[in-house]
């Protein structure tokens, strides 16, 4: 009798069963805007910074890191600013990290989470891989979220984590304060904002770091994979009350972050004015794919990311093939209608914008044929 092999033979969880791993396609094009890296080159003399730095460490690896990652932490305090010292911050390997740990804390069996969608995926994927109940909260047909609304959703579930995305993923919508004041106000537990694009918001647009004062249930995360353009580091982390930092670490791996990652990270926040003088020329051509779209037939989400999402398709999954078949890869993120796509450097943007010329003239002459 022959054994089984493979995922359906193995006694795994139930409710993992049928699904797909998260994450975009990974193609040899030659213009990549579907997961929202910032395509600008490093500047000049970080890469051997980071090198000088990695080897100053390197006779140490037979060692354990700093457990706590205090230097780190607090650099990335002095980076945020304000009255935001060590103990109020916490690192890990990417953000998404930093919302499973969050999850691992305040989440799990007999507990639930609420987000707004069409939001960041991976938020109701973690929630399930910590055993966490997801619920769906309200969007408006511009993608805002209602203040009185997003209340209602919070009292009628009673989640212990609400998830609140500024600028959100995938639409670029930023969320007002008065909105997550309404969340907060009304969740008896944990409100997350996830501020992952923060640093391409525009002008006026606030952060939610303001609120954190006197509010021990909200938490502030970050990354360092968008505006500082290290997304091959994976280092994401977060602001939040003391007492928030204290609970993960009882859930946190022990050493979870590598000296390595450490390291190099600290070099890459010394070099952020280089890094941050990317963001203005990452909105610019924001700003150009905006303004461009009506000439295509297609309207854009107004964004405060370092993204646009673009709607009008005929069909989003031809639309994204036949961008594709132009060398130019974008995001379906399952909006019907819409694609997201990553704003990128000048040439990227006029080889997205060739191709969109391509695909809507091609389009056209199909329907007049």
């Not at 037939?297 to 594709?324: H, I």
Request: include cysteine; charged fraction near 20%; hydrophobic fraction near 45%.
């Amino acid at each position: 009798m022959s054994v089984p092999y493979g995922l359906a033979a193995l006694p795994i969880r139930s409710e993992l069963r049928g699904r797909t791993p998260y994450g975009a396609p990974q193609l040899d094009v030659a213009v990549r805007l579907n997961t929202n890296e910032n395509s600008w080159p490093l500047p000049a003399g970080l890469a051997e910074a980071i090198a000088e730095a990695v080897g100053a460490v390197a006779g140490g690896l037979n060692r354990y890191p700093d457990r706590d990652a205090i230097a780190l932490r607090t650099d990335l305090a002095g980076y945020l600013g304000g009255e935001l010292g060590v103990a109020q911050l916490w690192a890990a390997n990417g953000s998404n990290e930093i919302l499973q740990q969050l999850l691992q804390a305040f989440g799990g069996s007999g507990r639930s989470a609420l987000g707004f969608t069409p939001s960041y995926s991976m938020h109701p994927l973690i929630s399930l891989s910590t055993s966490t109940t997801w619920h769906d909260g309200p969007r408006e047909a511009d993608f805002g979220i209602d203040p009185a609304r997003a209340a209602c959703a919070v009292r009628e579930h009673r989640p212990d984590v609400v998830f609140v995305t500024s600028p959100n993923n995938p639409t670029g919508t930023a969320v007002s304060l008065e909105t997550i004041e309404a969340v907060y106000a009304e969740a008896a537990g944990m409100v997350i904002v996830d501020e992952a694009y923060a640093e391409f918001a525009r002008p006026g647009t606030p952060s939610a770091l303001t609120l954190l004062p006197g509010r021990e249930r909200l938490v502030v995360t970050r990354t360092m994979s968008k505006a500082f353009g290290m997304a091959g580091l994976r280092l994401g982390y977060l602001a939040a009350a003391p007492a928030v930092v204290d609970a993960l670490q009882l859930v946190r791996l022990p050493y979870h972050l590598s000296a390595l990652t450490q390291v190099v990270a600290r070099v890459a926040l010394g070099y952020r004015d280089q890094l941050l003088a990317t963001v203005a020329s990452v909105c610019d051509q924001r700003d150009r794919i905006v303004a461009a779209a009506p000439h295509f037939g297609l309207n854009a989400v107004p964004s405060d990311a370092n993204f646009v999402l673009l709607g009008g398709f005929w069909n989003s999954r031809e639309a994204w093939q036949a961008l594709l078949d132009r060398g130019v890869l974008v995001r379906d993120v399952g909006i019907p209608g819409y694609l997201r796509i990553t704003a990128g450097t000048p040439a990227e943007t006029d080889a997205l914008l060739d191709g969109l010329e391509g695909v809507t003239r091609a389009r056209s002459a199909h329907r007049s044929g």
